[in-house]
């Protein structure tokens, strides 16, 4: 879907995958977690396969149900495989073992961030992960953005566009004047339903985005592609 071309005035990020590198920020965590609900080394590994994970590299494969899902999403891609847990338990173990996950930014953050905003650019983040746990792997980032966003903030979770929407109303912009930045297809989706340009980054697991405007190798590349095409 091709949209025309407008100024940028606002940028919406994605979270894992874009601000942060998704494979060195969630592999080492899934891995840990995915062995401690484990009863044994086989029950890790169907635990593993029922989320698209290879435990031996801690790699996802790209179609995996976490890489753009809400936690809901992760729970019930494990639920069959964990007869014990109710879905609302496993929901809950994800959300706070989250908290525990050290970030790996994808491009040092505070140089590109106060660019982007030093250029007069209002900025936000809409995730499909807890707003919680987003809120604490910001932390020293957070005031760069007006608006935070996560899947139980009360605006909906991506592909639906009611999130972005959400943050270009906040962020006082109306939508084709916003461009979501993402590294999944849940973020291009979003954008074209939500009437807003569509960016796409390759430090999530996905090698392809088709339906995004340009894909760059990382938000580092940012500023160059505003220069270039706005």
Known sequence: ???EASMVKA???DK???LFDFTATWGPWTADLLRDLADDAAHADRLA???GFDLSTCRFDPASPVIAGTPGDSARALEAALP???LDA??????ERSRDVVPAPAVPLAPLLSELTDRGLALAVVTNDAEGPALEQLDGHAHHFAFIAGCDSGHGAKPDPDPL???ARALGHAAEDCIMV????HDIRAAHAAGMRALGVLTGPATELPGAEAVLPDIGHLPRWLDATT
């Open 49 to 51: 396969r029922a989320v």
């Open 16 to 18: 894992d995958g874009t």
């Open 90 to 95: 496993i929901v809950r173990i994800l959300i």
């Open 84 to 86: 014990g847990m109710t």
């Open 11 to 13: 940028v919406i990020f």
């Open 1 to 3: 879907m091709a949209m």
């Open 165 to 167: 929407l959400a943050a």
């Open 182 to 185: 993402g590294d999944s297809l």
